[in-house]
């Protein structure tokens, strides 16, 4: 060997023969089951002295380098080319386990896996069937779309100006008074969540929720360091809401709420609002449900708001297409620059594409007369699936009648919904949405979609799920 430690060097002489000899092994030159030159001549060869040759060789014998064998020498060992490997490559576990972006429910994380196989019912997704999805009329309409070059390249920071005109007269007839200004385009109602979190909250802050919300099911807030509160909207709440010390928003969703279904009357939207402008704690309302209100319904919390106290959500994704990733925060002014300016940090404007079709769609009429289509569909739909229910499933749960969007949250009078439930189906090939996942100690609940299922799929999923919890009642 034609190499000797450097007796100048800050590194001990020690430690550069250990990594002289790590090195050799490394590109094969002392490779697996090799017997290594005696110490002597290793002394000889490094100009050093055997104690540290022998102290050397000790250290590596107990990382597993090399082994002794008795009357024979010192050896490579089968695995040290495996080690020195493991240590050349970076500790991807560790980097993992101290990202600040926090884990989903595992059982989060099958739902999101099994949603992609073709073989699978899915039961509880929150997303419009194939069929229901305008396809035909999307590649119709692109004939009829005229590209300027400038509305092709990067959006704006607020998106495009087009879109957000027509947002907002849009909005305008919703009761929702809002110029262009006041409209940021996002990448879907989830980005809004996410840029809030890191936009406008202080780490520590206090997001208030309802019981079984959306957003135990994602960590958006939770990632940025805030607190989650859960809270009932019943006499308590103006107690818990003026005791609370620090900065705080309460998030919503008033209009058929995911996963519950539920809407709120407009008395108590009225006090809710009141309460929370009182306490000067901002709320966000998630609103992209309410294109699919088969009645009449309520106007929206923003519609009551005149002193910009509630964010506002909506989003394509329930009614047009989620692929197209289109949502919007409307929002006071500086707020909307503020988010604005984090959104071009992370991905410099929502698909300027994806916009021109939205914007020609709300612009022509195509919006319009595609949601009421998707509204009564939408509605037999869950007339099938209520049909079901009350044929199987009427001695052993409640549920409400839905009064729109995707969901019917069946409660089961025994406390059944846990995760060997959840993975007895997935077994059986239905993929359920389990009420813990929205609320960590709920056993009763399931959240059922009639948008994503065909009628024969809902009779065969729901069978399979009747028969799973007699088989599981009459168990042993």
């Known amino acids: 060997m034609d190499w000797k430690p450097n007796r100048h060097a800050v590194i001990s002489i020690h430690r550069q023969i250990t990594d002289r000899i790590k090195a050799l092994i490394e590109r094969g030159d002392w490779s697996t089951d090799m017997r290594i030159p005696p110490q002597r001549k290793l002394a000889e060869e490094f100009d050093v002295n055997r104690s540290t040759i022998q102290a050397a060789l000790d250290e590596l014998k107990a990382d597993g380098y090399l082994e002794g064998r008795v009357g024979s020498g010192i050896y490579v060992t089968g695995n040290a080319w495996n080690l020195l490997m493991d240590q050349a490559r970076p500790n991807w576990q560790r980097h993992i386990e101290t990202g600040v972006h926090k884990p989903n429910y595992h059982t989060i994380q099958l739902i999101n896996d099994y949603e992609q196989k073709d073989d699978i019912i899915r039961l509880g997704t929150g997303e419009l069937s194939p069929d229901l999805l305008p396809a035909r009329e999307l590649e119709e309409s692109l004939r009829s779309i005229t590209l300027d070059a400038r509305a092709i390249g990067y959006s704006s920071p607020q998106g495009s100006i087009k879109l957000r005109e027509a947002l907002s007269a849009r909005l305008e007839k919703r009761g929702i008074t809002v110029s262009s200004d006041n409209i940021l385009i996002v990448s879907g109602a989830l980005q809004a969540l996410q840029l809030i979190a890191v936009g406008l909250l202080e780490e520590g802050a206090t997001v208030f929720q309802e019981g079984s919300s959306y957003l135990n099911s994602v960590h958006p807030f939770q990632s940025a360091g805030m607190r989650m509160q859960a809270v009932n909207r019943d006499g308590t709440l103006s107690s818990r809401i003026r005791s609370l010390k620090g900065q705080s928003l309460f998030y919503c969703v008033p209009t058929l709420n995911n996963p519950t279904g539920y809407s709120w009357t407009v008395e108590e939207k009225k006090s809710f609002y009141t309460l929370c402008r009182d306490a000067r704690i901002p709320i966000i309302e998630d609103d992209v449900y309410h294109e699919l209100q088969f009645g009449e319904g309520s106007p929206p919390l923003k519609a009551m708001d005149e002193a910009g106290h509630v964010l506002y959500l909506g989003s394509v994704?329930?009614?047009?297409?989620?692929?197209?990733?289109?949502?919007?925060?409307?929002?006071?002014?500086?707020?909307?620059?503020?988010?604005?300016?984090?959104?071009?940090?992370?991905?410099?404007?929502?698909?300027?594409?994806?916009?021109?079709?939205?914007?020609h769609w709300m612009m022509s009429g195509r919006y319009d007369r595609h949601v009421e289509r998707l509204r009564t569909r939408l509605q037999e739909r869950a007339e099938r699936m209520e049909n079901i229910l009350l044929r199987q499933y009427q001695d052993i749960a409640t549920w409400n009648r839905p009064s729109g969007g995707f969901y019917i949250w069946i409660r089961f009078h025994a406390p059944i919904v846990n995760k060997a439930l959840f993975l007895k189906a997935l077994q059986r090939k239905v993929l359920l949405n389990p009420g813990y996942i929205y609320d960590p100690g709920d056993a009763h609940h399931i959240r059922l979609s009639f948008a994503y299922a065909s009628l024969d799929e809902m009779k065969i999923g729901l069978h399979q799920l009747r028969k799973i919890i007699e088989e599981r009642r009459d168990a042993p």
């Open 317 to 359: 994704s329930k009614t047009l297409s989620p692929g197209l990733r289109i949502g919007w925060i409307v929002a006071p002014t500086p707020v909307i620059k503020r988010l604005a300016d984090i959104k071009m940090q992370t991905d410099y404007g929502s698909s300027a594409f994806s916009q021109e079709i939205v914007a």
